[in-house]
């Protein structure tokens, strides 16, 4: 006779995850996306379902091949995919999450657009990348009007958009590149050399960058002759994305912008993509918190449900904070996007980039333990969102180059950080703890040998500000005193004096029904 099995708890599947999310839906109204609430709805139904869910686990486990040739010997550079990873994938484009502002540019777009992603990426983070590049890439080809008219139309209807900047010998130091774009005539150049990265693959149109007779020099290349995949990337996580590496031997490719002014061409694009960064972070955390709170509302321990012992209260309330605190500065970021405000965005994007992502990792490995043995084993999602976790900590520049970018930022845009502080001041006299942190702002050491804690500094204070004035008191009075005040270091030391139950009853609230009918 088999042995009962007791005392475990549910796939957290099949469920509303906006319901459970009042820090999200709260956000999109707050931010001039109620129009977009059911549609945000039905994508975090369909992306939380049982079949979602699995879709997510199959592309994971059915790894891409990169097949070079054919059985003939002959050169075809083709990506083997499981079909799980076109249903993900296709879902996201129908769900207009690669073009949502483009082809609907109504206020609030952006920010709708971002609880779309947020939703999706917890089906599977990996198919978000060429989401996000194609996304990124519609503002990098408006600088010429007569691409963007021509490519522009076939993004929005699903063609897919990639990026190939980094090399072996230079990383993110993309000036250090040296494929060659040999000039043609009429625009267009061939290009010779290489890419260490080149994400992804099947896309129709790549934009890359080489070195013209004038100096680095943005691209845009069609897939096809001249581009050969040398392999694809053995990486920690993301196994579903094929990434790979690229050499090409005369590609066709077109000047985007002006020579020798690549990376000011660009520069949109990767502004975009690290906003896609944090909201990538965003999602890890919300799926995280989600799975943590699920499985202690489910499982008992020592005479009473895990929920409701305060050593795990502690942990998970502040699991909640964190991501409450980048689902706040996720939303409010895209509403920089749709109220086109330059400078701002592109200062308050780089330090979330910098300060959200690097607070995914620990995150994830936390909200791992809370499940123990459970969140260790592979049939859990949990080993599969630590591995996703660094990845946006180091797309589009690492903890490094965005610190130092920030600095460079000042220089270039000095009304992006008046703006930025203005932007935290508005919460001045709500919290007595958030106050005195925005009295020592301006002495700051904004030099390179501190730029990551002033950064951190800088994070911190948006990401108060915004809770100050728009969470519960209970929260936005956690958040400053754990992050501001006497918190501990690790995730699970806030101070006395919290009400983490309430905090983790917002977090994932029993109040409302959690799954759906019939399930």
């Not at 549609?39 to 592309?59: C, D, K, M, N």
């Not at 009075?477 to 309430?502: H, K």
């Amino acid at each position: 006779m088999a042995v009962a099995v007791s005392n475990q708890s549910v796939p957290f599947e099949d469920v509303d995850p906006l319901a459970l999310d009042p820090a999200l839906g709260e956000a999109l109204e707050r931010e001039g996306a109620a129009w977009a609430v059911e549609r945000v709805r039905e994508a975090g139904v369909v992306a939380l379902s049982a079949e979602g869910q699995a879709h997510g686990r199959r592309a994971e486990r059915n790894e891409p091949r990169l097949l070079t040739h054919d059985r003939f010997g002959e050169r075809i550079d083709q990506v083997e995919l499981d079909p799980s990873w076109h249903w993900l994938l296709d879902g996201a484009v129908a769900r207009q999450i690669h073009a949502l502002p483009w082809a609907d540019p109504r206020p609030g777009a952006h920010a709708a657009r971002a609880g779309l992603e947020l939703m999706w990426t917890q089906a599977n983070a990996g198919v978000m990348c060429p989401i996000s590049m194609t996304y990124s890439a519609v503002p990098a080809l408006r600088v010429d009007p007569a691409i963007a008219a021509e490519w522009e139309p076939r993004l929005i209807a699903g063609a897919l958009s990639g990026m190939a900047m980094t090399e072996k010998q230079g990383g993110s130091d993309v000036r250090a590149n040296i494929t060659r774009a040999e000039p043609v005539g009429d625009g267009w150049f061939e290009l010779h050399g290489h890419k260490w990265f080149c994400s992804y693959p099947p896309c129709t149109i790549f934009l890359v960058l080489a070195q013209a007779p004038a100096g680095l020099s943005c691209f845009v290349v069609e897939r096809g002759a001249g581009m050969e995949f040398q392999r694809l990337k053995d990486k920690l996580g993301t196994r579903s994305l094929p990434s790979s590496e690229v050499e090409f031997h005369g590609a066709a490719a077109r000047l985007l912008g002006e020579e020798g002014r690549g990376v000011a061409t660009i520069i949109e694009m990767v502004t975009h993509t690290r906003l896609d960064c944090v909201i990538g972070s965003t999602a890890s955390m919300r799926r995280g918190v989600a799975e943590a709170v699920w499985h202690a509302q489910h499982r008992s321990a020592f005479g009473a449900r895990l929920v409701d012992q305060p050593a795990m209260i502690n942990v998970l309330a502040d699991l909640a904070l964190e991501s409450e605190a980048a689902t706040a500065t996720a939303l409010r970021l895209a509403r920089a996007y749709d109220e086109g405000d330059t400078a701002f965005r592109r200062f308050a994007t780089a330090i979330a980039k910098y300060w959200v992502c690097k607070r995914a990792t620990p995150h994830a490995a936390e909200a791992l333990e809370c499940l123990g043995g459970n969140g260790y084993v592979e049939e859990s999602p949990m080993p599969r969102l630590l591995r996703d976790a660094p990845l946006n900590g180091i797309w589009e520049g690492s903890g490094n180059v965005i610190a130092l970018d920030v600095l460079r930022a000042l220089a270039r845009e000095p009304d992006g950080l008046a703006g930025f502080i203005a932007e935290c001041e508005r919460a001045r006299g709500g919290n007595a703890v958030l106050d005195e942190h925005l009295d020592a702002l301006p002495r700051l050491e904004l030099e390179p040998w501190t730029a990551r804690r002033a950064v951190e500094e800088l994070a911190l204070a948006f990401q108060a500000s915004l809770l100050v004035r728009h969470a519960p008191a209970f929260v936005s009075d956690a958040f400053c005193a754990a992050r501001l005040g006497a918190g501990g270091r690790v995730f699970g030391t806030l101070p006395s004096g919290i009400d983490g139950a309430a905090i983790v009853e917002r977090a994932l609230p029993t109040v409302s029904p959690h799954r759906l009918p019939g399930a």
